[in-house]
């Protein structure tokens, strides 16, 4: 089992920038494909983005692409999202997720059905 603590969101303005963390104890952090969700109000989970054991490829959300960048630290038992150019849009609670399954695809990594662990989420709020 791992547990999964999310960490630096907060309120920013249009077109700043954030950077999410998200620190896994338990079992071996790099055993698991990690991804990142968010949840506006009112609307359903949604993929952001997710990163494989080794760091070595990547998946992203159209709506995100060339704005994020997923990546980890198996040293340190952690992954980020660096989340630039913010939108009003982005505004959320963001989730990170644990993905145990040795087969990983766009879309398995983008289910979050296929996830297995969650974090308890972070608030990012964005103003215009």
């Known amino acids: 089992q791992v547990q999964l603590v999310e960490s630096g969101g907060g309120l920013v303005q249009a077109g700043d920038s954030l950077r999410l963390s998200c620190a896994a104890s338990?079992?071996?952090?790099?055993?698991?494909?990690m991804g990142w969700f968010r949840q506006a109000p009112g609307k359903e989970r949604e993929f952001v983005a997710a990163?494989?054991?080794?760091?070595?490829?990547?998946y992203y959300e159209d709506l995100v692409k060339g704005r994020f960048t997923i990546s980890r630290d198996n040293a340190k038992n952690t992954a980020y999202l660096q989340m630039n150019s913010l939108k009003p849009e982005d505004t959320a609670v963001y989730y990170c997720?644990?993905?145990?399954?040795?087969?990983?695809?766009?879309?398995?990594?983008?289910?979050?059905?296929?996830?297995?662990?969650w974090g308890q989420g972070t608030q990012v709020t964005v103003s215009s």
């Open positions: 997720a644990a993905y145990s399954n040795w087969y990983i695809d766009y879309e398995k990594a983008s289910s979050g059905n296929e996830y297995n662990y």
């Open positions: 338990g079992r071996t952090f790099s055993s698991y494909v």
């Open positions: 990163i494989t054991r080794s760091g070595g490829k990547t």
